[in-house]
Each structure stands twice: as C-alpha cells, then as structure tokens.
C-alpha cells in the first residue's frame, strides 16, 4: 500500500469528517425530536436533552466545517470555495456536492437564528427550524452521490444506521403528533377527560 | 439592579427544564406547568437563573429587572 | 350561519328608574329607533372640538372619562400615550362584546353609530392616526348597517381617518385587548403574553389604541359639551352615564343608560330591604316588580355576585363595591329568582367559561375545566367533600398564571358564587336544593369552539 500523501490526507480527512459529521446531524435531529415531544434519554434529567440537542449542533458545525475546508483544500478534485454555499457551483460532481451546499446552507440558517433567538419572533424562528427536516436528507443524499464510500463495508453501515435511526424518531413523533389535541381542543379535552366521579353536569 | 423571573405563559410548554434547573425558584404545579417565586432572584442564585433562562426549550422564562 | 343580533329593549323610565334631566345621553328619547346621520347632525351638530388636540386633551382630562369596557382606564392616560407613540397607532373601536350577558354595545352601535362613529375619529386625530377599525360582532344586519353609515359619512367627507370594519368571532375572549390586536394582524383572535403594560401590539413596532365602542361615544359628546356637562350626571369620583346590560328577575333583558352612582335597587326594579318574599338559600329574598330576588350578579361573568339584600342598598358605584369584591365592570347586571339554584346557573357558566379558554397556558386549560367539573359537583346531590377542596386548590393554581384576567375573572366569579350560596351548598350536601325551576336563567351559548376557525 503506498503511503498516504499531504494531499490523499486531506481527501481521507474530508471523508472521515463528513461521515462523522452525518453521525453528528443524525443526533442532532434524533435529540431535537426528543426535546419537542419532551421525551427523556434514560439516566439523564430534562434539561441535559435539551443541552446535548444544543451543544451537538455546534459539534456537527465544527465537522462540518473542517469536511468542507478539506475537500476544497485537497488539490486531487476541484472544488472551489464558492461550491461550499452555492449549490451546484463545483466543477467535481457538481450536482452531489450541490446538494451538499444547500444542505450547509440550511445549517447554517439554523445555527445562526438559533443564536439569535431571542432577537426573533417565534413563528420566524419555529419556520426556520423545520428546515432541519430538509437538511438532513439533502447531507444524506450529499454522503451517498458524493463518494463510494458509502456504498460498502463499515460506512454503509454507519448510513444505514443513521437512516434507521431517524426514520424510527420520526414515527415516535408522528404516532405522538397524531394524538395530540389540538389548541382550540385543550380545554374541551380537558373537562371530558374529568372522571365520572367529578362529573354529573346538568 | 435586582432581577425578577417571568414566564411567558403562552410560550410555555411544560417541559420543566427551568425547574430541574432552578429548583430553589421554580416549583412544577400538578400539570407540569412552572410556578415562579415573585420576589426579586437572590444576588446568589442570578447565574442559576440566567442559566434556566437559557436552558427552556421554548425560549418562555425571562429575567426582567425590577420595575 | 343565523344572525346572531338579538337586540334588548333599551329601558329609559321603566321598572321605577327616575327619569334623570339631561338623560338619555348616548341613545335618543324614542327607544330603538337607530339615529340615522342626519338625525345625528340635527342632535349634535357637527364635530368641531376647540382647542385643538391639547384643548380636547384637557376636555377629557377634566371630565375624568374612563373606559366603558371593563377595566375604567383613564382615557386621558390612554390618549396621551397613544399620541406619544411612533409611529401611530392603529385606533380600534371594540364592539366585540364577548360577554353573553351583555348587550349595550351591539345596542349601541345598532341605534347611535354615528356618536361611535365621532367618537373614533377624535381618537384617531388625538393619536395622529389615519387609521381606524371598528371591531364588532358577527352579525350581517349589524355590519352592513355600520357599513352603510361609514359610506355615508364618506361621501359627506366628514371622516379624516379611514375606517375599516372587522368582525370578531363569536368567542368570550374576542374583546380582550390583545385578541383584537391579534384578530387585527390576521391572526386568530387569541390573547398574547404582554410582558410590558402600554398599548397592545398588532406586530413589533406596530401598536394599538383599543377604546371600547360606548367610551368613544361619551368622547364624542364631551368633545361637543364639554367636561362640565359631563359631571352633571354621575359622582365626583366616577363621573358620567354608562350603558348597564339588566336582566330583570322575570329574564327579560334591556340597556339602560344610567348615572353611575344609580341605586341598583332602581336599576333591577328591586323592593328596598327584604319582604314577603321569604327567604332563599342566599339568605333573605327581596320582592321587586319582576319576581323576588335572591341574589344580583354583578360585572357578568367575570363579576360577582351578591346577596338580593345587600345588593339593592349599593349604588352602581366602583367605592361601594370593590370593598365588597365586586366592580362595574361593563355595567352588566342580572337578578337571580329565587326559584333557581345559583350553583347551578353557577356551575353552567363556569362550564361555559372553561370551553372559552383559549387554550395556550397550562394552568388555564387544565384548571378551568377542573374547576367547572368540581362546581357542576357541588351543584349536584350528595356532593364529594373533595371536591371543595380540589376547587379551591386550583382556583389558587390558576389565579395569575394565564397571559390574560380569565382564569382570574373565572375564579372571582366562582368564589362569589361560593361565597352568596353557601346555605345551598349545604343544601346539597344533605342531598335537597332549594331550586324549584330547573330552566335556565343566565344566558349562556350553546356551541363551543372546536377548529381553529372558531377563533378567526
């Protein structure tokens, strides 16, 4: 086997890192999940979904960022600084790495009104959040058109279950969303649900 | 310059973290939802607090200062 | 949908009330016919406030005019602060008239819309505001009456401020400031969190000036006849005429404008001091013209309610009843018979209450329907003796924990109630009621809300 160059190190790098960083993307939407519907990781209070949700996010950013910088400084493909935020605008593949792109641009929509919470309306900021529904298949797709490694052995496996994993959170949260009572129901839900004991309305 | 808590009753969605966070403070009632105490927050308990603010998913707790 | 404008009979000299010099004020001498605009102009004359926007700040300073709504605001603070705002706000006529038990502003805005009419474009000169909503009720009759009025004062070219008509749904909260505000922006007309007392808000940067329908129209005369002449009518401390919405004790409902100050006994038609007419579980009955009273609700369903006895030696005065834990409120008054059980009526309004919850903060949604469960307990037979306790534990969960005053308007209504027809309670307990006529008395809407539609 030859030795690993500078340049075959910075393609290994983007790889390794972009598959670490799908791993990071999948906890972070798994954990987001949990904290909507206030579900609890065993052993752990309340508060700490909610901090892992956060600090995680910033974790896969860190990944994130050190994928794209190695993938554009490794001279074996041209990639192009451009190409990190605007779709489609690689020489290399740029339709997988497009998608790529608008995948980093939806994170970085994220992170940045998340941090500037506080500063927004509650509707803007809940809108932009579901844009993490979207960016999560689009790094998905981004892993599996981009390189063959996610095609066999250990990194397929690293795919599959990041998809598993998912798609499973999102069925908890379906199954939970399709009994939850509507705003202009709580109240009505909450009388009919008193006990016949309580009850006896004329 | 004292500080105060408040919850946004509307925000709040009962996820309890502010109580987990600042039990010295904050009370859950029998539905989950958070009681706050009224009086202004001990000098010694601002960073816990600040921490609880931070800490709500729903963004619904808030120091304010003291009118 | 039917026509939801069922219009009280506006009572001037009936049931005993004096005929007061100088009154009617705000509705004309010949009952329900509406004042047409020239009706209005041959009355009134047109509006030419002197002084410019200081002089009718001082007018309405000097009259101590407060909000006709519920909470008697000063409207003078309220003025100047909206003409302080930048940039100005929207100016908002509130005709949305939530409470079922009232009926003066429908009335009002059906007979006299051209006072309301005046009344929001001096608010909308005072505030520098070019835009003004008038917010009523669903009713076509009463929206294309309001509609037409608007059109005519347009074509005489007698409004500066533009005037858009919005209707509110059908909810009990739909008047509150901050559901208008919401309902204005396009959105459900739902209370928000205001963190900050000041005007409600539409959007940020983007404030409103709410004024009830009736206070617009005393401003509207005020501007005309100034201070003065409005503290010929009322006292020192709460001066003026208000719209009071009567249920008489024979159910009949009618408007009456009165001086506040006015003997409640005069208003309801009641006997001075208890009679013949035996003694209920409220505690003595007093006769009066319409059937013997038990009990008077006073301030609607956020009011209180007070023993018949006690009730008719106050005057519709905030001095003499907030010492007794009730208010003015919007001048709504009902006279409970004797022959009804008032935990019942009691326990049918709580329920109504309950399901008028918007629905957004916890402690309201899940402790007013609990609370209404345990009040419909204790209006039954052989009542649980838990079931006083749960009630009052979650009146205390629930009293200043909602974005708005209906968990604590539901809960000072409840325990009035609690409070009035105690000797009932313990009626119950021993499984009798002193209820003879089980049919309804309180006014109280058959649908609840259940989409999201309800509330837009």
């Not at chain 3, 396009?186 to 409103?208: E, S, T, W, Y």
């Not at chain 3, 009902?334 to 109504?352: H, I, K, Q």
């Not at chain 3, 307990?429 to 809300?449: K, M, W």
Request: glycine share 10%; aromatic share 4%; charged share 15%.
């Amino acid at each position: 086997m030859t030795g690993i160059t500078g340049s075959t190190a910075l393609w290994y790098a983007s790889r390794a890192t972009g598959v670490v960083t799908l791993l990071l993307l999948t906890t972070v939407v798994v954990l987001g999940i949990l904290v909507n519907r206030q579900g609890r990781l065993p052993g752990l209070p309340g508060f700490a979904v909610t901090g892992l949700h956060r600090n995680v996010s910033l974790l896969a950013v860190a990944f994130l960022a050190i994928h794209v910088v190695t993938a554009i400084a490794d001279p074996y493909v041209t990639i192009g600084l451009a190409a990190a935020v605007l779709p489609f605008a690689s020489p290399y593949k740029p339709f997988w790495l497009g998608l790529g792109a608008i995948s980093l641009d939806l994170v970085a929509a994220l992170i940045l009104t998340s941090l500037a919470r506080a500063r927004m309306s509650r509707r803007a900021w809940r809108a932009i959040h579901w844009l993490g529904y979207a960016a999560w298949p689009l790094a998905v797709l981004h892993s599996i058109g981009s390189s063959t490694d996610t095609h066999s052995g250990l990194v397929l496996g690293v795919l599959a279950v990041c998809v598993l994993a998912t798609l499973a959170a999102l069925a908890w949260r379906l199954s939970h969303a399709a009994r939850e009572v509507p705003r202009a129901q709580r109240a009505a839900a909450a009388l009919s649900d008193m006990s016949p004991r309580k009850a006896g309305l004329r | 310059m004292r500080k105060r808590l408040q919850v946004n009753p509307v925000a709040c969605a009962g996820h309890g973290a502010c109580a987990e966070l600042l039990p010295e403070l904050i009370t859950l009632d029998e539905w989950g939802y958070p009681i706050v105490a009224g009086q202004p927050v001990p000098h010694g308990l601002v960073r816990e607090a600040r921490r609880a603010v931070a800490g709500c998913p729903a963004l619904a707790l808030h120091l304010t200062r003291v009118a | 949908m039917t026509d939801s404008l069922t219009l009280p009979h506006p009572m001037t000299a009936a049931a005993g009330l004096p005929l007061r010099p100088g009154l009617p004020r705000l509705l004309p001498d010949a009952g329900t016919v509406p004042v047409d605009l020239r009706a209005h102009l041959a009355a009134h004359g047109p509006l030419r406030p002197a002084g410019g926007r200081g002089g009718l700040q001082r007018e309405v300073a000097a009259a101590g005019l407060t909000g006709r709504g519920g909470a008697a605001f000063p409207v003078a603070r309220k003025l100047a602060a909206a003409a302080q705002t930048r940039p100005a706000p929207v100016v908002a006529g509130n005709g949305a008239e939530g409470e079922p038990a009232s009926n003066k502003d429908r009335s009002l805005l059906w007979i006299s819309p051209h006072l309301v009419l005046d009344g929001l474009q001096l608010a909308a000169w005072a505030a520098g505001s070019g835009t003004a909503v008038l917010y009523v009720p669903r009713s076509r009759r009463l929206y294309d009456r309001l509609a037409g009025a608007i059109a005519e004062r347009a074509t005489a070219g007698m409004d500066a401020a533009s005037v858009e008509l919005v209707t509110a749904p059908d909810r009990f909260l739909a008047g509150e400031e901050s559901a208008l505000a919401s309902r204005l922006a396009g959105r459900p007309a739902l209370p928000a969190h205001r963190p900050v007392r000041g005007l409600p808000r539409l959007a940020p940067g983007r404030a409103a000036l709410v004024q009830n329908v009736e206070t617009l129209a005393h401003l509207a005369l005020i501007a005309r006849y100034g201070a003065a002449w409005f503290r010929e009518a009322g006292t020192e401390a709460e001066p003026g005429t208000m719209l009071a919405t009567v249920q008489l004790a024979d159910g009949r409902t009618s408007v009456a404008e009165v001086p506040l100050g006015a003997g409640l006994a005069g208003l309801l038609g009641l006997d001075d001091g208890p009679g013949p007419a035996g003694a209920g579980a409220a505690g003595p009955c007093v006769p009066s013209a319409f059937g013997p009273v038990q009990a008077v609700l006073v301030g609607g369903y956020h009011g209180a309610w007070l023993p018949a006895a006690q009730a008719a030696a106050l005057p519709l005065a905030d001095a003499a009843l907030r010492p007794l834990g009730a208010a003015v409120g919007a001048g709504v008054l009902s006279a409970l018979p004797a022959d009804r059980c008032g935990l019942a009526e009691t326990a049918r309004v709580a329920r109504y209450l309950a399901l008028e919850s918007a629905g957004q903060c916890g402690p309201c949604f899940n402790g007013l329907p609990r609370i209404a469960a345990a009040v419909a307990h204790l209006a039954g037979p052989h009542p649980d003796p838990r079931a006083r306790a749960d009630l009052d534990r979650w009146a205390g969960l629930v009293t200043g924990r909602g974005a708005c005053h209906h968990p604590d308007g539901s809960v000072r209504f409840i325990r009035s109630a609690l409070r009035v027809f105690a000797a009932e309670a313990g009626l119950h307990e021993q499984g009798r009621c002193s209820g003879t006529d089980p049919r309804p008395f309180l006014p109280v809407p058959a649908a609840a809300p259940a989409t999201e539609e309800d509330w837009s």
